[in-house]
């Protein structure tokens, strides 16, 4: 065995390189960096890697707006503890705060148009509706973890159930988010943002103004509130799945609609 | 590869924007010529599916391109003609976006991008915010933007709008150099441009190609049409308002014309062979005085 080995070792330790051309050997050496960069060029990432890219290409003023205003309404709301009869204070900071909560991604949603960056971004592989898709996904979910967080913050001062503080929140977000997504269905344009923010305000005087209604929030209006709830969602899929059909349709009117599969 | 446009028309309302258009495309150069609102425009629009035509398809390989979806837009690089960016974006981030959106992995991204910037000569101000671009720089990074993916169709909506003559020169060698094994289709109003850089040039009016095929053989559908002239100032102001003049150069007390004109214009006109730009002007004479009449 170790004589065996011995020679393997002197018959590697004397084998000589044969001769080569050198121009054929940078060739190959090309070919094969040629080869790799084919490859490397050809991988394509999937919906996922493409969703947490597109975080990154999120504007960093929407997620300082949603902290900023986060954390005033936790300051708003835990000033002092709530008698279940003095709510009234919390459901007019509810009022402001959500609908500007539910605004403040739309503008992002709509930068594609108002920016005039739409035609380039429909002809990429990842189509206008993922891209939209994308920013709704990734916008929608910090909105919810908000309101999970204003929700927790407003029950526990409040000691209002749980159940009626998801309706006196979502409402609001729900109604507002119609109201947006029925101008993204309709305005492909940079005066989007401005129809968005009407609607916002026009929310917050609506719901501001409710909020001083004695009665509005009181137990017995429950049965209403939870029919608010399910039409608001309701009209929210509704006006959601129409956006989505919307988002091919770069130039004005019906006609042109792309019929591209998803 | 085969691209067939199968009698692609877009009807608007008062308006019919590209009527019938039959045309094969093979991996090649193609220059589309017309003038102002000759549906340019509109025709690569359907081309990159970004607008559905009201009759007619376009098809790769005899496959529906709008069908194809994800895998036909993948083959595809296009820069429009008017474009927009995102104001907070430098160079950088505007190619990395891009390429996201075109589903490039980071790593892949990085490197072409880094390359493309060097290509179009913005490697020095790749960290700067495009809204401090000239018009030039950016029209240099869009094109840049469509080459990303390395596409095997690249659609140039008028590419050379803002370049300067040697900018010109570069993107012309450009093409000519990425053109191999791809379909290059782009439009320009620039002849020079297209005589240079196209195999075959499309000659669109009104929605319709007129003339398909390389440029000496369009040039030669005009033979017998274009003239030169020696006329005293005077006559020559005469001329210039009743015919087509494609040049006028000053020889001492006289002009020399040139003269698109499928009669003699004057007894001493002789027939000179026809250029790109003659053909141009005898097909969009009335369009580019049209034009002149909306500048002044």
Avoid at chain 2, 34 to 63: Q, Y
Avoid at chain 2, 130 to 136: D, K, L, N, V
Wanted: aromatic letters at 10%.
């Amino acid at each position: 065995m170790k004589i065996n080995e011995r020679k393997i070792r002197e018959d590697l330790a004397s084998f000589s390189v044969p001769a080569y051309d050198p121009e054929k050997m940078r060739e190959t050496v090309q070919l094969a960096k040629a080869a790799y960069r084919e490859r490397q060029f050809a991988a394509r990432i999937g919906f996922w890697e493409f969703l947490s890219m597109q975080l990154r290409f999120i504007g960093k003023w929407v997620w300082l707006a949603q902290v900023v205003l986060l954390l005033s309404v936790l300051l708003a709301v835990s000033r002092r503890s709530f008698a279940v009869n003095e709510m009234q204070h919390v459901f007019l900071v509810f009022s402001c705060a959500v609908p500007l909560l539910a605004f403040l991604g739309f503008p992002e949603i709509l930068k594609s148009y108002a920016h005039g960056m739409a035609e380039i971004e429909g002809c990429t592989r990842f189509s206008m509706r993922k891209l939209m898709g994308a920013r709704m996904l990734i916008l929608g979910l910090a909105d919810l973890c908000c309101m999970t967080v204003i929700l927790a913050a407003s029950a526990a001062r409040s000691g209002t159930p749980v159940l009626r503080m998801i309706l006196y929140l979502f409402v609001p977000f729900n109604v507002t988010c119609c109201g947006c997504l029925t101008v993204l269905e309709h305005v492909k344009s940079r005066q989007g943002g401005y129809f968005c923010a009407a609607v916002c305000v026009l929310c917050i005087a609506v719901f501001s103004q409710l909020s001083f209604v004695k009665g509005f929030y009181e137990t017995a209006a429950t049965g209403m509130w939870i029919v608010l709830f399910f039409c608001s969602l309701a009209y929210f899929a509704t006006e959601l799945f129409r956006a989505f059909r919307s988002f091919d349709r770069l130039f004005c009117s019906k006609q042109e609609t792309l019929s591209v599969p998803w | 590869m085969k691209m067939t446009l199968n009698r692609l028309t877009k009807r608007y309302k008062d308006k019919t924007a590209v009527d019938s258009l039959f045309a094969e495309l093979t991996p090649g150069v193609y220059g589309l010529l017309g003038a102002n609102g000759a549906g340019k425009t509109t025709l690569m629009r359907m081309v990159c599916g970004i607008l559905n035509p009201t009759s007619g398809n376009v098809t790769l390989d005899g496959r529906d391109t709008l069908a194809m979806g994800e895998g036909y837009r993948d083959l595809l690089g296009y820069l429009p003609q008017d474009f927009g960016y995102y104001p907070v974006f430098t160079a950088m981030d505007y190619l990395m976006y891009v390429a996201a959106l075109k589903g490039l992995t980071k790593r892949a991204a990085k490197v072409r991008a880094n390359e493309l910037l060097e290509i179009v000569s913005l490697q020095t101000v790749a960290n700067k915010k495009i809204r401090a671009f000239s018009g030039g720089m950016r029209q240099r990074l869009g094109i840049a933007q469509a080459l990303l993916n390395d596409p095997k169709i690249l659609v140039l909506d008028e590419p050379t709008a803002g370049l300067d003559p040697k900018e010109r020169v570069r993107f012309r060698n450009l093409i000519s150099e990425i053109s191999k094994d791809k379909i290059v289709l782009f439009s320009t109003h620039i002849v020079s441009d297209v005589e240079y850089i196209a195999g075959t040039i499309l000659v669109m009016k009104d929605g319709r190609l007129i003339h398909q095929g390389k440029p000496d053989e369009i040039t030669a559908s005009i033979n017998g049409y274009v003239w030169e002239c020696r006329a005293d100032p005077r006559e020559a102001e005469l001329l210039s308002a009743k015919y087509t003049v494609s040049n006028i150069r000053h020889e001492g007390n006289q002009d020399m014309l040139r003269i698109v004109s499928e009669e003699k214009p004057c007894e001493n006109a002789v027939q000179v062979e026809p250029t790109l730009e003659d053909l141009y002007l005898y097909y969009f004479s009335e369009e580019a005085a049209q034009q002149e009449k909306e500048v002044s």
